[in-house]
């Protein structure tokens, strides 16, 4: 390429037709060239970064607007960065060619219509194209992976034929709004809440969000199956979700969809690993439209009232969708078993919070109950203390980010957790499930399914490592400074 740039410097008789030569060759090339991209880029470059690693750094010849010129090109997690130009990579296709003039071959990547990239060995476009195609939109998943077993709706656990190396596979809908902004948000984020993007594929209808490989179900499952939580594993189940919103919060994002189909939990774990799902993120300015956000939140059927006039998606709805969901967990009732077996839970889901109503004095009547010693109603089985109700008010009447993880309810956790020299180890919740089978069949010898939750076992909270560094923390809290960009 450096032919088709550069001035010749000769000086001899022989200059002026070496120069129209020149010129010639690269107005020929550039024609060429311009034939495989777009005159003026379609894309917003103005993305700054949100992880500032350096992958790669180099000098290179590229293309855009029409013009051919030599620019210094960074690299970071999902962003380019041309000159002044920041380009969000999530939102291309990124394809390698060739071109080859007067004999000479050039190795191109292209970056959608918008963007091309010189290359004079072909070593150096592989290099580059491997880094860059790990944040771009892929095709022929099929190629690569193999589907195993549907865990769930729209999450797979899949495989990669080539090392028969695991991954797990969640499948979203094209008309999904925002979705350049929800996968860079994604792609850019490092939290380990935050399932790990391996690559994006697309279909025609679909995308296909390849992830480290998760082994995990749906809140929303857990309640379907009539599985009883213990008091701690609530507390850190909330708890988690809330540091992971000061993370988004902390880096000028939000989740926009919290609800109990997209937090994930581990069945094995003994320290209630979760997985968020389900982001639907854009960096909505006051005063923008959102009738095509709360449009898609309407049609998925997703529990929405909490929006004041004029407000925006951010830190404040996602604490509103948390109320809701702790809500749910906290007030659920077992779904008629004939109408269980007949809908699979994602309609179960949808039938659930479409006749949802938040009942504000049933909350403040439960903690009357509490509050004089008495016995709340049997059918609630995830009702454990007043601390606990009063969040839920606190969660969906606009409550601060941090007046929500110091809340009370939180540091009785913590006390009721406190380890005695005698401990025995927290069951998993595949245990709990094993022993509710055990229980279901000999029905006969008790008079209730429910599972007390002995104090013994949260006495038990140094064995499990992630509850016991949350609990222990959760007093100490200091909300960190807030930070553009970390490494």
Known sequence: MQNFI???????????????EDSYDFHEFKNLAQSLICTQHQKEWNHQPRLTQILLNQNLTVMFDGQIIKEQCTLYPNVLKINTHYIQLSQYQI???????????????????????FFSSFDIQKHWYNQIKQFCIMKNLLVKYRLQEQLFQ????????KNRQQ???????K?????????????ESKNHSILKIRRIYEDTNNYVMITERFEGEPVFNFLLENIQFMEVQVATLIYQILLLLRYLNEHQAYHGNINALNILINRESQSLEIAVIGFIYYPFKQGDDINEYLKWVNLNKYYWSGFEENQIPGIHSDLYQLGVLLYIITFYTKINQDLKRKSDPYKLFQKYMKELVIKYELIDE?????????????????????SQLDLIKKLLSNCSLSDALTHQWFVNAKQKAKPHNQRQGLPTLKTIIELKEASDGEASKSQTKRFSIQSDLYDSMDECPTVSYLMRNILDYEKAPCKTHHS
């Open 6 to 20: 550069s001035r010749s410097t000769r000086t001899n008789t022989n200059d002026f037709a070496h120069r129209r």
């Open 95 to 117: 394809k390698r060619k060739q071109l080859i003039h007067n004999n000479k071959k050039c190795y191109l990547l292209l970056l959608g219509n918008d963007i091309m990239l």
């Open 154 to 161: 729209d999450f797979y656990s899949i495989i990669k034929k």
């Open 167 to 173: 991954f797990s596979a969640y499948i979203i809908n």
């Open 175 to 187: 008309q999904q709004p925002y979705l350049d902004h929800t996968f860079g948000l994604l792609h």
């Open 366 to 386: 439960t903690i009357d109950v509490l509050t004089q010693m008495k016995t709340p109603d049997s059918q609630f089985i995830h009702i454990f203390s007043s």
